[in-house]
């Protein structure tokens, strides 16, 4: 098992720019989450998909940000145009399960994202 | 309002020792209490899920406790090594908010030689 995979690790562009990141859930996990953690905030939910629907997406700062996940292996986070009160630490993270049955969550290693 | 909070935020102990970080929860209807590790520059690796139904987990020197009607859990770690210092967070999830994680902001930990 590969665990979660994300894609790029880094990431540093300018302001305006359109920032994608990538991510792939475990294979068989039927949740996907994507998270921001930043110092003074620590982790927030962004959106949380469920069996490729997406189910809670409160969490998302503005209309600059927007999540799609066209199948059960892959999901992209995007924001456009990019600022930089957007750079952190984005998590995807996966698990298996729905209400009230969780399986752990199981995160990846994170994009580090600097908007300049 | 739902909220997570972990106590201390840092905390220092000589490598053998035996410890206890905190965690309490503003609300007893949650469905599950998670307790993670975070390597500085990685994700976050879960460590045990505790269910609701649920008062403790164990998994070799971790021991999680949960008492909903206080609205705390602890993570005892016993005998503690060098390779235990990371940031360990808890999260839980609230019953009503679909599977969202409320986490804490982490206690970080340092184990001395």
């Known amino acids: 098992d590969a665990g979660v995979i994300q894609s790029p690790r880094h990431e540093v562009t300018e302001m305006g720019q359109e920032v994608t990141l990538r991510c792939k859930p475990i294979s068989g996990h039927n949740s996907l989450f994507w998270y921001r953690q930043t110092m003074m905030r620590g982790l927030e939910l962004l959106i949380y998909?469920?069996?490729?629907?997406?189910?809670?997406d409160s969490g998302m700062p503005e209309d600059r940000f927007s999540a799609k996940m066209p199948n059960a292996s892959f999901s992209t986070l995007k924001i456009q145009p990019s600022e930089p009160r957007d750079s952190a630490v984005y998590f995807c993270?996966?698990?298996?399960?729905?209400?009230?049955?969780?399986?752990?969550?199981?995160f990846g290693n994170g994009t580090r994202l600097t908007v300049t | 309002k739902q909220e997570v909070t972990q106590i201390p935020a840092a905390l220092s102990v000589p490598e053998g020792e035996n410890l206890v970080l905190n965690c309490s929860f503003t609300?007893?209807?949650?469905?599950?209490l998670q307790w993670f590790r975070q390597d500085p520059g990685k994700g976050l690796t879960s460590l045990l899920l505790i269910q609701s139904s649920q008062r403790e987990q164990t998994s070799g020197r971790l021991n999680a406790s949960l008492d909903k009607s206080s609205g705390r859990s602890t993570l005892y770690i016993a005998a503690s090594q060098p390779g235990d210092s990371a940031t360990y967070l808890c999260a839980v999830i609230y019953t009503g908010t679909a599977s969202k994680l409320t986490f804490g902001t982490g206690t970080r930990l340092q184990v001395t030689l």
């Open positions: 998909f469920n069996n490729n629907v997406p189910i809670d």
């Open positions: 609300d007893s209807a949650i469905y599950n």
């Open positions: 993270a996966s698990s298996l399960g729905s209400v009230p049955n969780y399986s752990p969550l199981h």
